[in-house]
C-alpha cells in the first residue's frame, strides 16, 4: 500500500515567516508533487519533481521553492509566508511515466495570520 | 494552453445515475483521468481512460471521445458516501508525470 504522509494536518504561521512542509512517500516513486487546493479552483500545481535534485515549476510557483535531497522526500517552502497563502497543501507522488497513477498525502491545512 | 470544464456541483438522491462530464482542451493528449476527493480527505484515483469508449469499475464508470474532446464519469446505484468531489484530469502533453486538474464537481446524494 503506497504512503504518503505530511509533517503537519494544521499549522499557523504569521506573516513574514520562512514556512517548511514535509513530505514523505515510502514507494520509491520518482516523481512527487506539491498541490496548493483552495475552494472553486480545484488542485493546481505548485512544483514538481522527477528525480533527486531536480525540479520543474508547476502553475503557480510564485512565492514558493522546494527541496528534494533524497527521493523519498520532498520538501515546500514558503520562503516568506503571506496571507494569501493561506488553503490546504497536498503532496503527491507517483512512478515515471506520463499516466501514472497519483497518490496524495492528506493536506496540510495552513494558515497565515 | 490546456483546460478542462466540470460542472461545480451535482446533486442526486441514493439509488439514481449521475453523470459528471468534463470537456478537455490540450494541444497533446494521453488519456483522462478521474479522482474523487471526500470533505477532509486526499484525493483518490478512480479510473483512467487512455482509448476511447467506456470503462466499468464496479458502479463506477468512465467514458472518453477523444474526437470530441469529451469524457464523463457515471455513478450509479448512488450512495449517500459517494457524496464528494470529483476531478477530471489529464498529462498535459508531458512525459515527466504530471496532471493538469480540473476545477472539480461536488456531488451530493440525498437520502
Known amino acids: 500500500d503506497v504512503k504518503v504522509t505530511q509533517s503537519s494536518r494544521y499549522l499557523v504561521k504569521r506573516t513574514g515567516e520562512k514556512v517548511f512542509l514535509e513530505c514523505v512517500q515510502d514507494?520509491?516513486?520518482?516523481?512527487m508533487f506539491w498541490y496548493r487546493q483552495d475552494p472553486g479552483l480545484g488542485l493546481r500545481l505548485i512544483y514538481f519533481?522527477?528525480?533527486?535534485?531536480?525540479?520543474e515549476k508547476g502553475d503557480i510557483p510564485e512565492g514558493y521553492s522546494v527541496s528534494r535531497e533524497k527521493k523519498e522526500r520532498f520538501s515546500l517552502i514558503l520562503e516568506s509566508a503571506s496571507t494569501n497563502q493561506t488553503s490546504m497543501y497536498l503532496c503527491?507522488?507517483?512512478?515515471?511515466?506520463?499516466?501514472?497513477?497519483?497518490?496524495f498525502g492528506p493536506g496540510t491545512r495552513l494558515l497565515v495570520l | 494552453g490546456q483546460s478542462l470544464e466540470q460542472p461545480s456541483e451535482v446533486t442526486a438522491v441514493e439509488g439514481a445515475i449521475v453523470q459528471i462530464n468534463c470537456t478537455y482542451q490540450?494541444?497533446?493528449?494521453?488519456?483522462l483521468s478521474w479522482y474523487q476527493q471526500h470533505d477532509g480527505g486526499a484525493p483518490t484515483f478512480l479510473s483512467y481512460?487512455?482509448?476511447?469508449g467506456l470503462e466499468e469499475t464496479g458502479r463506477f464508470s468512465s467514458f472518453l471521445s477523444r474526437s470530441d474532446s469529451y469524457g464523463y464519469l457515471l455513478l450509479q446505484e448512488l450512495q449517500m458516501k459517494d457524496s464528494a468531489s470529483y476531478f477530471c484530469?489529464?498529462?498535459?502533453?508531458?512525459?515527466?508525470?504530471?496532471?493538469?486538474f480540473g476545477r472539480g464537481t461536488q456531488l451530493t446524494v440525498w437520502p
Open positions: 503527491a507522488s507517483s512512478l515515471a511515466g506520463g499516466k501514472e497513477t497519483q497518490y
Open positions: 514507494m520509491d516513486h520518482e516523481n
Open positions: 519533481s522527477y528525480d533527486v535534485k531536480m525540479k
Open positions: 490540450t494541444s497533446g493528449f494521453y488519456g
Open positions: 481512460n487512455a482509448l476511447d
Open positions: 484530469a489529464f498529462p498535459p502533453g508531458s512525459t515527466l508525470g504530471r496532471l493538469y
